[in-house]
């Protein structure tokens, strides 16, 4: 996995530029990959996800790319609006007993009017 | 409707106190999780539990525990409560399998003095 710094990554945008946020997973067996956002204040919720069969998928502003070779995901969103800020999950499902949603680090969004 | 709720979502406590919070699930879902959120919002899991088994991340303290009295409610108690254990929790439910996204509470901020 992704090693903790001190700090959130964070990306500034400005409103209506396409944002991409990175996500480095650990585990080459996981097959299952979601993007969360978390708004303050709440919990995080489901975007978009993407199996390993699959090296991009798209929804409405979002896409996701996964690239197995080197264990990398990126989050595009197209024509990022304030609403967009938020904190960012990648997610895996890693097997322990069950499979378990496990989490990054998370990166910090912000879209400037 | 809500899918997830938690309860309290504040909760201010002396060291020492024991404490618990409530999670519920009106989704029929399978298992249940939950989840610290750090002051850097680093999500970790803290426990995974279905009718079937219980998995504990062997990093929480004893402690902690949680508690379900049926499928749709799983309960964390926290005894001796310490200042480090100051964090955001978050309950958490999704369909038991390898493809499935978890849904989540508001959260519970925990703040110990």
């Known amino acids: 996995g992704e090693s903790v710094g001190l700090h959130l990554p964070t990306l500034s945008v400005q409103e209506g530029d396409n944002s991409i946020i990175n996500c480095a997973y650990s585990n080459s067996a996981s097959d299952y990959f979601i993007w969360y956002k978390q708004e303050s204040g709440k919990g995080p919720q489901f975007i978009i996800d993407i199996r390993s069969n699959m090296d991009k998928r798209q929804g409405q502003r979002v896409t996701v790319l996964l690239n197995k070779t080197v264990k990398h995901l990126s989050l595009q969103i197209a024509a990022t609006q304030p609403g967009d800020s938020a904190v960012y999950f990648c997610?895996?499902?890693?097997?322990?007993?069950?499979?378990?949603?496990?989490f990054g680090r998370g990166t910090s969004l912000i879209v400037h009017p | 409707d809500t899918a997830v709720s938690q309860t309290p979502k504040y909760l201010v406590t002396q060291m020492g106190n024991d404490k618990s919070i409530k999670c519920e699930q009106n989704?029929?879902?399978?298992?249940m999780y939950w989840y610290k959120q750090d002051s850097k919002k680093f999500l970790k899991i803290m426990f995974s539990?279905?009718?079937?088994?219980?998995?504990i991340n062997e990093t929480v303290p004893n402690r902690f525990s949680p508690k379900s009295p049926d499928k749709a409610h799983l309960n964390l108690h926290i005894n001796s409560l310490e200042l480090g254990d100051s964090a955001v929790y978050f309950c958490a439910s999704s369909q038991e399998g390898r493809r499935s996204s978890a849904f989540f509470g508001q959260g519970t901020r925990l703040t110990v003095v």
């Open positions: 989704l029929g879902h399978d298992t």
């Open positions: 539990y279905n009718n079937k088994e219980l998995i």
């Open positions: 997610a895996e499902n890693i097997k322990g007993g069950s499979y378990i949603p496990t």
